[in-house]
């Protein structure tokens, strides 16, 4: 059975768009995605990137969940690091209350920016090291069994919010797999260990409360257009984009000068980021994606487009979706 398919919607602010812009995006494509029958969509916690809206997340969360009804949201993920487990539990708390039984929340421990932003977030360097302590004192405010005496999340307590760990190394399997929780890596833009941590997270999977058995979602980027042609037009104009993202501090570059980055060593990281991509037209997409989830055992993709055009990345889901077969479920 095929697994079934997710989106990471990176609210991107598109060359001429405001974050208003991009932030009106993620409701139409949450209201479409909720039509064409995907299971959950997660925003990443991204700071001082011009070209992210998802900073916020539980906010963005909390607003396009009032403007849809049935499909689940979550941060995928929020960086625990960056806050209080006891604000992190009351705001996703807050949010279980108010949309009961359509709330994630996906955990990681990078810091989602640079060092200087991360001192303007008072992050300590330390902060990673309690990464382990946090989720666990989460676990505790949302499941009514606080790990500080005297101390509850309001709204929170008794939401079971189910947490997922996010990673990209295996770091984050072993502690996912200790923990018994799902987990969710990011193949999409770190593909490398990849394999190696979904066989470390299967091997070492201890039952919990929340979870008996292992659960693997992998991310995996996806472009999907009427012909190949046209899929990869779209797929170039990613990389490049990626290339003024990554590389520019600010500047853009023309395609020229984006190809010329591309094809010289500094542009093989962005090239080996989009390792794992769906290309094509919807058969073409699909079959990959079967081949991909079968390989690496993946109970779930989330899948991604980073496509600078509007509507080229609405219809890549929605061609996603009638491939699989997601609009007559």
Do not use: C
């Not at 995006?25 to 959950?40: D, H, I, K, Q």
């Not at 977030?121 to 989460?138: G, N, Y």
């Amino acid at each position: 059975m095929a697994p079934p398919l997710s989106i990471l919607d990176l609210a991107y602010i598109g060359e001429g768009e405001t974050a208003a812009d991009s932030l009106r995006a993620s409701v139409t494509l949450a209201r479409r995605a909720e039509e064409w029958g995907y299971r959950r969509i997660w925003y990443a916690e991204h700071h001082n990137m011009p070209t992210i809206a998802s900073s916020a997340t539980s906010v963005l969360i909390a607003h396009v969940a009032a403007h849809t009804r049935t499909i689940r949201l979550g941060a995928g993920g929020v960086m625990l690091p960056n806050h209080s487990p006891l604000t992190i539990a009351e705001q996703y708390g807050t949010l279980e209350t108010l949309h009961p039984g359509r709330i994630d929340l996906g955990l990681g421990r990078a810091p989602g920016s640079d060092q200087q932003t991360a001192r303007a977030l008072r992050r300590t360097p330390m902060a990673a090291d309690d990464f382990p302590q946090d989720v666990l004192e989460l676990q505790g405010y949302l499941t009514g069994e606080s790990r500080i005496p005297g101390v509850d999340a309001t709204p929170g307590k008794g939401t079971d919010v189910p947490l997922y760990i996010l990673g990209s190394s295996l770091f984050g399997a072993r502690l996912a797999a200790a923990l018994g929780l799902p987990y969710a890596f990011a193949s999409h833009f770190a593909p490398n260990a990849l394999q190696d941590a979904v066989s470390l997270y299967r091997r070492e999977f201890k039952p919990s409360r929340q979870l008996d058995r292992p659960y693997v979602i992998a991310g995996v980027n996806v472009l999907a257009a009427d012909t190949t042609a046209e899929a990869q037009e779209h797929f170039l104009a990613m990389k490049r984009s990626r290339v003024s993202l990554l590389l520019g501090r600010g500047r853009k570059f023309t395609p020229e000068e984006a190809d010329g980055i591309l094809a010289s060593p500094a542009g093989q990281q962005i090239l080996q980021m989009a390792t794992y991509s769906a290309i094509g037209t919807p058969a073409e997409v699909t079959d990959y994606l079967h081949r991909f989830a079968e390989k690496f055992q993946a109970d779930e993709l989330i899948t991604v487009s980073a496509s600078p055009d509007r509507e080229a990345w609405l219809r890549s889901f929605e061609l996603l979706a009638e491939a699989r077969g997601l609009l007559a479920t």
